[in-house]
């Protein structure tokens, strides 16, 4: 049996309480984790708040930057056993975890070294009416100590997304990761003491939310900011904690995301493109579209097809590198999952493929698999049309104009991506603009660059990350201005 423990102040910490770590494919209990209680939340906060005070408070840009590539370097030093723990923490495929998670994690500290060591200030030389004249610059200082709170679906990618930036601009961190998915922050507390980060740079407790490390964390007075991805419920509870001492937020919530598909598409691409927005990582990716629309002249030809790639992936063993779908999270989220599946039969759905659960003789059958599914038919004010499922399921429905596409995918109180598939370069533009969401793709979908503007609209959060984003908000700017 595994332990996995928490990191405060550079050191590896048990605690009274532990929780089971249960592996997803088999459902059988992998590892026990230490949950922080609030006098190890106030430790670790107390560590990072040291830290600042200490030779990480002194770092000038270039040695943060040098030691985010180290850090960097350690993860990549370490390839394996991050793919590993990914793997461990989730149930995704390996080769899903050795092709996005664990590179995207070295990613992140490059891209937001890079982006801190050419970064420039805005500057205006002013002159009044009355004839005076002065410089104004800005410049940026740390925030002090972040809370980083994120979920278990790509559980080291999101948590890097943020402590990177947190770190090139000079902050220390406490991080709560997911209860669901403990590994992969754990091991990252050793990258960072292979690489050489100072004591109470990096914090990591580990728990759950309400009354545990997530809560202690948020409500702490000396956290000086929170940034969270997860839930929008969550991410309302958190706002209400928070509200008492006035910190600055970022949240990256859930989403209910639409994809437009028109007639004139390259059809193949399209179909690819939607199967991946539709089944990876078992469609538990906040971006993952779960309502399709498709102009009615390609729609049986494109439910069929469509249908025809449900049905060819290879389910089976996160560890079997031809494994193309493995299990959801946990059994209560299966549980949700296949709640909606029986609300979209009660709600008139006519099934495509899929809606339960698949056969294995194997210990796979004790793991937390559902079928990966398709549906028609359903009204667009269907509840399993509207709510977020986060599961490998779309319902598709037909559509007759732009007009009608654009209305229908912009009908909804989340805003978090969509997708556009059509070869109309104009229309691409066109329609791309009228989204009401924070992140278009056309053509495409999740192609990422580090650099843009990452975030939602409406119940899908609050702010962007991303490039400069990421920078302003992981930072104070203080204007400066010089009587000339
Ligand atoms: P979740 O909201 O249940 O949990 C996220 C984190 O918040 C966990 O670490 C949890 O322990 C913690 N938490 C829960 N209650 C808390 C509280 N009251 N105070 C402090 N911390 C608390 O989310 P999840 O189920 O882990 O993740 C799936 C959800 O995340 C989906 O809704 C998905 O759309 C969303 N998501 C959004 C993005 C994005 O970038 N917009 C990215 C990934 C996931
Ligand atoms: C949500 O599940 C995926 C979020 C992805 C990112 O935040 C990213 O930076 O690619």
Redesign the pocket.
């Given at each position: 049996m595994k332990f996995i423990q928490n990191y405060i102040d550079g050191k590896f910490v048990e605690s009274a309480r532990q929780f089971a770590h249960v592996n997803p494919a088999d459902g059988s209990v992998v590892a026990q984790v230490s949950e922080a209680d609030s006098s190890m939340v106030d430790a670790a906060v107390l560590s990072a708040r040291k830290s600042l005070r200490r030779d990480w408070g002194r770092f000038g840009v270039r040695e943060r930057v040098a030691l985010l590539h180290k850090v960097a370097d350690a993860i990549e030093s370490r390839f394996d056993c991050f793919v590993a723990a990914e793997v461990a923490d989730t149930g995704k495929p390996i080769s899903l975890a050795s092709k996005l998670d664990v590179p995207r994690a070295a990613a992140n500290f490059r891209v937001f070294a890079d982006l801190i060591k050419t970064a420039g200030m805005e500057s205006f030389h002013t002159e009044t009416p009355d004839g005076k004249s002065a410089l104004n610059y800005a410049v940026r200082k740390p925030l002090g100590v972040v809370g980083i709170?994120?979920?278990?679906?790509?559980p080291l990618l999101?948590l890097t997304w943020k402590v990177a930036p947190a770190l090139a601009c000079g902050n220390a961190v406490v991080v709560?990761?997911?209860?669901e998915t403990p590994g992969t922050a754990t091991l990252l507390a050793e990258a960072m003491q292979q690489a050489g980060v100072p004591d109470g740079v990096y914090n990591l407790v580990h728990g759950?939310?309400?009354n545990s490390a997530?809560?202690f964390l948020?409500r702490h007075p000396d956290v000086n900011a929170v940034t969270?991805?997860?839930?929008?419920q969550?991410g309302a509870?958190?706002m209400r904690?928070v509200a008492a001492s006035v910190k600055p937020v970022s949240f990256?919530?859930?989403?209910k995301n639409a994809a437009i598909v028109f007639a004139d598409c390259e059809f193949e691409d399209a179909v690819n493109g939607i199967a991946q927005a539709v089944f990876l990582n078992t469609g538990q990716v906040?971006l993952c579209a779960e309502r399709v629309y498709v102009e009615r002249p390609i729609f049986e030809r494109f439910v069929e097809a469509l249908k025809g790639k449900a049905e060819s992936l290879r389910i089976g063993s996160p560890l079997d590198v031809a494994t193309e779908m493995g299990p959801l999270i946990s059994a209560q989220h299966r549980e949700k999952v296949l709640s909606y599946y029986r609300l979209a039969q009660e709600e008139g759905a006519t099934t495509i493929t899929g809606g339960g659960v698949p056969h294995f003789e194997s210990s796979l059958g004790n793991g937390f698999y559902v079928q990966p599914t398709i549906y028609t038919g359903l009204a667009e004010s269907a509840r399993s049309v509207k709510e977020?499922i986060?599961g490998p399921v779309c319902h598709i429905a037909p559509f007759e104009s732009e007009e009608e596409a654009v209305q229908m995918a912009n009908d909804t109180k989340y805003g978090?991506a969509a997708s556009i598939w059509t070869s109309n370069l104009r229309r691409g533009h066109r329609v791309a603009q009228q989204m009401n969401v924070g992140i278009t793709w056309v053509n495409c979908w999740f192609l990422r660059d580090l650099r843009t503007p990452f975030g939602?609209v409406g119940l899908?959060?609050i702010g962007r990350e991303g490039g400069m984003h990421s920078l302003n908000f992981y930072s104070e700017l203080n204007n400066i201005c010089i009587r000339l």
């Open positions: 709170i994120t979920p278990w679906n790509l999101l709560k990761p997911s209860e759950f939310g309400p997530g809560e948020t969270f991805t997860g839930e929008s969550t509870a958190i904690t990256e919530l859930g989403g906040c977020e986060f978090l939602g899908s959060g």
